[in-house]
């Protein structure tokens, strides 16, 4: 049935690829000459049976075969000339014109032959038929056009010869015809699969090779190095990365057996990877050429297509710049950016180590917690750049113990910790060595700092833990240096102290003291005393001192030198500033309305932190208004040290406040390192001279010599003078000696003593004597 329809599809052009075109006109070329000799044949023997009308059809097909002869030339050397369609269909118009001829001779010449050149002409065309159909193979609506137009008159005269020798050959004809028809289809129909199958293995071809020529373009032009190795570690091939990576020429490389490489540190990894699959190193690796990297390298097996293993492939990357950004990030989270010393992570992390160690079972350690002293004043006077300057000078001093077991950090601030590990098994030992340090430590600030030509003298107060085998808190151990550490700078012997238990007690003490001291404000804890400050001469009254005291319910009376510093640190000293300015405006104001004011002024003490705030000058006279207290009624009392501390600022407070008629005096004169400048700059009443110059002066002439100095000084700067805690008739003798106008307090002529009992005793009785 697919025979019919094809057939029936011949009346149709179809358009044939280029190729079998090529082919068509190539095998053409080939057989037309063939052809033209069997027509001659045909002339040959023919002219004599028919005559000159056999001539003329030789003429005509020899013309024709010409013809088409002249085509196939003609299209192998001007192929543009026609389209591909043009060309075809000349070709298989001329074709078929040709068997046309040919079965116009079965038509018309058969039926004048006898029996036996019939026979030769049907054998002639058969055999004619036969060459053509595999000629025209490639195109095979042509070739069953052919054989249809060719063999099917032919089978029709010899049906009509009536023979039956004609008949039957007629018959075989038609099957011949249906049979090769048959082939042509059959065989059309392999090439089609064929021709498939080529193109699919083509396409398949062509991607095997696309595949293969992007693993050799990735393998030559991939960004790290890889090389390629056979199971005796002798290497086969490697990319250009590879070489240029560490500086390689691949005839020199290629053969090189691994084994003899200079660094064998990744040699176990390359070699265990033909056993055991893909391995990792990471690490450094010093190329042959001497050059030093950190690499990361994997490399796994090659297997063949049985499964086995026929050596192996490593990729090589080079992690030196990203191995030195982490050292460097690493240092820079574990090192302190301005000494380069190690901080509190590199601290925590040498302290991690040390007691992890197996002598830390057995042995004593030694932690030394440094603070300097004034650096705070260096830091104000002459700016953090100095500040900065001067702290990287004392981390190289302290450099200087360092041994590579010792380990130097700076936690912050002006805070050093030097740890020295495993001193001794006996705490007597340990101790000793401990002070061998501190003279050391000692000895590297006994030198001034000289910072830009400025000389800075600087001391530092030491706390020292003697760490307890076996020690696993860290935290815990620096807690107790830093416990020792306020000691020593509160109390300590030479801003020294060890830490023992009782400072843990004291400091836990002090802690819940510190708690309790927050409440005490709302909880009417606090209470004023006065102590009168009087003429030297004949003991008059002239004024009073308020100060502070806490009467704590479970403990005796407690002096400010004992909680202002917990104030100060809890940060509640403003808190109590404002509160006892309005405890002393309630009874000056209360005073006043009863006819008791007797005082010139009532002197307050005023702490830096709380003097320098920007409203402090605004809220202290505002208290002064809402108790109607006039602004010489009370004289702010100011530390030495903080004005120095805070000079420009603490001076601009208190120009602002004698401009609205505030008096400040200057508290414990000679405690601190104040210039004669200063004294001229700052608008100051009053000098009080600290009471530690008085105490034991009968004995010491450099303290006496010291009083009068400051008492000189302070008159030409026209200061009025307090002299601060005589306690004995024979101190008060000698400070009158030195000048009889001045005035003093102390417990020679009265303690400080609660409001009601100073009000009785010195305002409503006549005071005019020493009780």
Known sequence: MSIYKNLFKLRHHHEVEEKVLQELFFFERSTLITLILLETIFLYILMPLIGNSIAAWYGLIVTLTLWRLYDGYDFQKNPDRHTSVMWHKKFVVKVWLTALFLSALALFVVPKLD????????????????????????????????????????????LLLMRTDTIILAFLLILYFFTQTSIILHSYKKSIDLERKKEEISKVQAELFEKQEMLQLFFEQAPIGIFSYDKDLNIVNCNESFLTLFNLEKEKIVGTNLNDISDKRAINVIRDSLTEGLQTYIGPYDSQKGLEFWVEGKCSPIYNKEGNVIGGMGLIEDKTKEHVALQELVHLVSHDSLTSLSNRRGFD???????????????????????????KYVNDSLGHTYGDKLLIAISKRLQRLMKPDINLSRLGGDEFIIVVPFVSKERDKAKKKADKYILKIQEIFAEPFVIEGIQLHLKTSIGIVIIEP??????????????????????????????????DLERKKIFNLQHDLVSALGSDQLELFFQP???????????????????????????????????????????????????????????????????????????????????????????????????????????ETSLIDNFELTHEVIKELKSHGVRC????????????????????????????????????????????????????????IVVEGIEEEAEKALIKEMDDSLSYQGFLFSPPIPEPEFRKKFLIDEPSKCP
């Open 115 to 158: 029996e036996y050149y019939q026979l030769f002409v049907f054998i002639m065309l058969l055999g004619i038929s036969a060459g053509a159909v595999k000629t025209l193979a490639d195109d095979y609506r042509t070739a069953i056009g052919y054989l249809l137009i060719l063999l099917v008159p032919a089978s029709v005269e010899m």
């Open 349 to 375: 992390k040498f302290m991690g180590k040390m007691i992890r160690k197996k002598k830390h079972a057995s042995h004593l350690s030694l932690l030394f917690y440094l603070d300097l002293n004034q650096f």
């Open 470 to 503: 076996n020690s696993t808190n860290i935290e815990e151990i620096v807690r107790h240096a830093d416990i020792s550490m306020y000691q020593a700078k509160r109390f300590g012997q030479e801003h020294i102290s060890f830490y023992n238990t009782q400072l």
């Open 533 to 639: 400050i009087v003429n030297i001469k004949d003991d008059s009254l002239r004024a009073a001192e308020a100060l502070i005291r806490w009467q704590h319910p479970e403990r005796e009376l407690i002096l400010p030198i004992d909680f202002i510093p917990l104030a100060i640190e809890a940060g509640v000293i403003t808190d109590i500033g404002w509160w006892v300015l309005e405890k002393v405006c309630l009874h000056i104001s209360q005073w006043k309305k009863n006819g008791e004011w007797k005082l010139k002024y009532v002197s307050i003490n005023i702490n830096a932190k709380q003097l320098l705030k920007n409203d402090f000058v605004p809220i202290f006279l505002a208290k002064l208004k809402e108790y109607e207290v006039e602004t010489g009624d009370i004289k702010i009392e100011i530390t």
């Open 665 to 720: 005096a200057i508290d414990d004169f000679g405690t601190g390192y104040s210039s004669l400048s200063y004294l001229k700059k700052l608008s100051f009443s009053v000098l009080k001279i600290d009471r530690e110059f008085i105490h034991g002066m009968l004995n010491n002439e450099e303290n006496i010599t010291l009083i009068r100095t400051i008492i000189e000084i302070g008159k030409q700067f026209n200061y009025n």
